[in-house]
């Protein structure tokens, strides 16, 4: 058993040991946050080094988090506890609970502010409106729910014709007796165009809607100004140099990992933690991310001085694990670490502000027991087999960075891009083995999560495992369109995210359909070399503009979001037969009758394994900068 380091290696503890005295300045908040849990309840298995060993842990668990936060709140003063949106979608629990697991998990911690993230929309304002209600039903827990630019119209589900609206632009805690104002403000376009909120629901621009509410709270004398943000690392920085008397950005939506990890071999980090920037006047902003799914508890100290602004922000963003830890051995099965390893390890954390080793929280363990008992009993069939040297990478542009573990660190390099959604597509274009579709489509933001192997031993895949790669309830869709549509729908994936910064989730894959990509190029020039693979033949052919082709994707992307207006365009026209249900099928139960039928399909001993080389979409990429990337090699 692992003892707790003390405080986290907090940035309060930090200010202490840097010799700098607190009483000398008028005030000092501490803030203890999280962002883009979506329904992650349970650990993960991962791959760290320790001592430059790789090991196997388990990575984050909201139980873990939980904990951490109430020994936050028992030790260090000031504190306020923010979760930066996203709380929903991307694992069975929201498949089967629809988020009331979480409602109940984000009760055992009662933050004081949530930021309505884009995801909280995917099952539309209704669907938003029963999570709020359970995040209400707490009696001694009522976090304020922000949005300074989101306004639901009158007489719809957030905003009740009688009764108070769920969303407020900022709350007011009174912190250590001074008052500190958090404005929260949600990604315009990214919910506008990827999730599903009401038409009359208005989103306003981020950086006018948060300056607006700033100088509310200015003129009622509140002082200092957290944003809490759902727009993404990038969007922050534009965000805080574009404000005025803003002190600290607290955020999520990219998902983004801020701190050194590079002595747990984690290399993906894209800042330091916390960042800090200037505001519009030349003073300091402190922001923070706490990377995804409950991975990382993040725990800022901000110092102000006597004229009311940022003197210094300290903290420390630190990888969540629970106290099993195995290494591989010369058989190279994972064994436990013997009593020396582990009380080598338990004397080396005082060097490790980045790691926090951590039990779960009973309490919390017992609330969440009748969710824990049916989520296994709904999750723990196995389907099949993953080949031990087959993982399924999940990246979303090619060249861009690897969502998985480190089995999968070379995946940018290469050409193909994701091999899960290559999977994924294919099974869309099987959903009706009597009459497969020409075309499999789907986009990178559909998939949630690799299926990875350790390299040595064949994986189990289970339902729970599918559920994380495909966790959005979508109906499929069969469309025919023309080879011109598709081109047309290619370019406007592309453009999403490339022209209009709308994230990289809208980057297109498919399956029976192939291409070369050139993101240097301007929009309408990207795709060429577009290739359809004949079904009866086999054999690949150039797409003919004027053909009409059948093809499987989604209703969220038939109904033209993502900037998919092509499909959507299709789907509106009086002739019914060119845009149908497919017979019923729906994205997830489509990916389990895949992997369930693998042998069926000819795999000689059962195994599932990545697709052909010359089957990928991508065929050959140039990256934003001009990179050519790796070709496939069988």
Known sequence: MFSLKQLFLSAYLLVELLGVSSSAYSFELNIAHMNDHHSNISPVDAQIELASVPTLVELGGFSRQVSLFKQAQQRLPNLLKLHAGDALVGTPYFTFFHGES???????????????????FDAGDAGLKKF????????????????????????????????????QPFVVREIGGVKVGIVGISS????????????????????????????????QGVAHIVVLSHIGYGMDLILANSLNNVDVIIGGDSHTLLGDFSKLGIHSAEGPYPTIVNNKWG???????????????GLMNVVFDEQGEVESCLGQASLVIGPKLERRGQDGEWRALSDTERNAFSASLIDKPELSVVENDADFDVVMAPFSQKYKELTTQVLGKLAATESLCLIRVPGSVNFGGKICDTVSERSGGSDILQIVTESYRLSNPEQPADIGFDIAGSV????ETDGLHDRPVTREA??????????????????????????????????????????????????ELDLTQPTGQR?????????????????????????VTTIYLSQGFENYLAFREVCL??????????????????????????????????LLRRIKCEDYSHQKVITEKGKLLSTCTP
């Open 102 to 120: 979480d409602a109940k998990a984000m009760n055992s911690i009662c933050f004081d502010a949530f930021v309505i993230g884009n995801h909280e």
């Open 527 to 551: 795709f060429s070399h577009l290739e359809v693979r004949d079904q009866a033949t086999k054999v690949w052919q150039p797409l003919d503009p004027e053909k009409t082709y059948s093809l």
């Open 188 to 219: 315009k376009n990214k919910t506008e165009h990827s999730s599903l909120p009401l038409p009359t629901t208005q989103f306003e621009d981020e950086i006018p809607a948060a300056q607006r509410a700033i100088d509310l709270l200015q003129s």
């Open 573 to 606: 026209q009086n002739d019914s037969a060119t845009c149908v249900t497919a017979r019923g099928a729906f994205a997830d139960q489509t990916l389990i009758e895949y992997v369930s039928t693998v042998k069926s399909r000819g795999s000689s001993d059962g």
């Open 448 to 451: 949630r999560s690799s299926l």
């Open 283 to 297: 003073r300091k902003v402190c922001i923070g991310h706490a990377w995804e799914y409950n991975k990382v508890f």
């Open 132 to 167: 709020l209600d359970a995040l209400r039903a707490a009696p001694d827990c009522q976090t304020a729910v922000l949005s300074a630019n989101i306004h639901p119209a009158k007489a719809t589900p957030l905003n009740p014709l009688n009764g108070k609206p769920y969303l």
């Open 466 to 515: 599918i559920y994380r790669v495909s966790p959005y309830p979508n109906e499929l869709y069969l469309l025919h369109l023309s080879g011109n549509r598709i081109r047309e729908a290619l370019e406007q994936g592309v453009a999403n995210w490339r022209d209009l910064k709308n994230g990289q989730g809208s980057h297109p894959y498919a399956s029976g359909l192939r291409w």
